[in-house]
């Protein structure tokens, strides 16, 4: 395997090995040189937390040094594509945090904490929002998203946004993951040629590459496990309505969410208890008031594997078989926790993919034309046929792939046609009653467990996207909670282990993961390789 160009090893080395001095009670002794020695691959929400209460580093130093960071990686280095704008208010917003801290005011455990947020996330502000398509350049939503919103509250600093697969990657077919029309192709920061899968592209190499400690991906089926397998990042897909959708570019009203990625479990769960929270504006989310946590970090125990009976999903096994290899190794170590485990071969009916394609198509229509007039008077693209037209006439779109999806959905009646509700019921049932809800009732199971994906494929933007295996589709077609950790690598690519389950049953997941995650710790730094 041919290895980066030196200079690429220079930065690489000078950003990530050099380890953190250990933190000082007496921080007016601490040298010029101390206070330059940071790693990005080691920092946790922990860490700079204890850093801004000890004076080591400013709020802004922090900022100025990430801002630093994706400058290097991005147009100096190895060059992700994983980024399609900076915040350019990134450092008027630390030196606010700054003095909030200086009297005495803390907004939580993200105060003062880099975030990264896919480029279909609604932001009020300086940057642009633009599902990574051209039609949207220059693109300004009139309010902040519900998450972008949370996020401002809790005192994270929205210090970027993500390219990602244009549209959430549901525009046409024989697409690349990680390519946009107005950023091009996203890289995976393990070797450089290969795919960081998709749709939350950016934002699982970005966060590997220590550009964030934390980024927000959107899920309709697979788009934040996926990159966080290929990536070797944590990923949680929440159930549908734990945290709001409003002034997110959609998909499907059934299936889409937001959801935090992250190098631990811990810091994406710090994000997630930010992120949570009943909107008016989103039905989904009323149904999350019984079930909803004040605090998920209570859910991470180093023992919690023991005496979970968990289901083995097998239909994926048997493609790859160093991914088998990885995976017997992960199921032989629950069990050498206390837990039981349980072959499943089959979760859900064979037509419920096809249910669930139909679904996206009709409520994709719908939830396009609205987040149009949600621009209001003066936007570029006023409904899908306007997106559609100017695709066709634009020179970077259709280079690659087509618009077939956009196409179809347009065909569709409306949300309040019977063709629409009676699918929408039949998948539902097929997908929760007949599915996940049926094999764990009848196991008793407290999770089920698959790998989340293959290593990732090398880009190809003539035959577009090679999935060799994938587990997300149970779990998203019902719109319950999923969760992918790091597993494992084959040669010098990384792959996960997802923990689903049912809705609502993002505690015990939680504790099943963190527990595997803190006694394998197979997460390693990507080094950037060439091929």
């Known amino acids: ?92 917003i630390a030196q606010q945090l700054d003095r909030e801290l200086k009297e005495g005011k803390s907004r939580g455990n993200l105060h003062g904490i880099p975030i990264i947020i896919k480029d279909n996330i609604d932001t009020h502000d300086n940057m642009y929002t633009t599902a990574g398509s051209r039609a949207l350049e220059g693109s300004k939503p009139l309010k902040d998203s519900f998450v972008a919103k949370k996020l401002r509250d809790a005192g994270a600093i929205i210090i970027a ?28 920061p393990y070797i450089l040629d290969r795919n960081p899968c998709g749709s939350s592209s950016g934002s699982g190499a970005a966060v590997s590459a220590g550009l964030s400690l934390i980024a927000i991906g959107t899920e309709t089926n697979g788009s934040i496990v996926c990159p966080s397998n290929a990536n070797g990042v944590v990923g949680i897909k929440p159930t549908v309505g ?13 299936q889409d969410t937001a959801g935090p990625m992250a190098r631990t479990l811990a810091d994406a769960v710090a994000c997630l208890n930010a992120l949570t929270g009943v909107d008016s504006t989103d039905t989904k989310t009323l149904a999350s008031v019984q079930h909803m946590q004040k605090d ?16 083995i999903f097998t239909s994926p096994l048997g493609r790859n078989f160093k991914v088998d290899t990885l995976f017997n190794q992960a199921v032989a170590y629950i069990k050498s926790q206390g837990a039981e485990v349980i072959e499943i071969d089959k979760i859900a009916e064979n037509n419920i993919g096809g249910l669930s394609f139909q679904v996206m198509l009709y409520e994709y229509k719908d939830g396009l034309n609205n987040y149009f007039k949600s621009l209001g008077p003066n936007a570029k693209i006023k409904n899908l046929e306007e997106l559609i037209a100017f695709n066709k006439k634009d020179s970077i779109e259709m280079e690659f792939y087509n618009q077939r999806y956009l196409e ?89 282990i997802s923990f689903f389950g049912r809705a609502w049953s993002e505690p015990v997941l939680l504790e099943i993961a963190y527990a595997y995650e803190q006694g394998t710790k197979h997460r390693k730094a990507p080094q950037f390789l060439e091929h």
């Open 1 to 92: 395997m041919k290895r980066s160009h030196p200079y690429l090893i220079f930065v690489v080395l000078s950003l990530f090995v050099i380890a953190i001095t250990s933190c000082k009670t007496d921080t007016t002794t601490e040298t010029t040189e101390e206070k330059n020695e940071l790693s990005f691959e080691e920092l946790t929400v922990s860490k700079l937390q204890q850093f801004y209460a000890e004076g080591t580093y400013s709020i802004e130093e922090i900022t100025q040094k990430y801002l630093d960071h994706i400058d290097a990686i991005e147009n100096n280095g190895p060059e992700l594509n994983s980024i399609i704008q900076v915040n350019p208010d990134a450092i008027a």
């Open 161 to 188: 946004k993500a390219n990602l697969s244009e549209w959430a990657n549901f525009r046409g077919e024989m697409s690349s993951s990680g390519w946009s029309g107005i950023n091009g192709q996203t890289k995976n």
């Open 242 to 254: 734990l945290i709001s959708r409003s002034g997110i570019i959609p998909i499907s009203f059934t």
């Open 296 to 311: 998920y970090s209570k859910f991470l125990k180093q023992d919690g594997i023991k005496g979970k009976k968990i289901g």
């Open 408 to 496: 179809m959905a347009l065909e569709k009646e409306g949300l309040d046609s019977d063709g629409y509700k009676n699918t929408l019921k039949e998948m539902l049932k097929g997908s929760r009653e007949n599915g996940i809800d049926r094999v764990m009732n009848e196991h008793e199971l407290d999770a089920i467990i698959a790998p989340t994906g293959g290593p990732a494929w090398k880009t190809d933007h003539t035959n577009g996207d090679s999935f060799g295996l994938g587990s997300s589709s149970p779990a998203a077609r019902a719109g319950y909670p999923n969760i992918s950790i790091p597993m494992g690598f084959v040669d010098e690519l990384p792959v996960g």
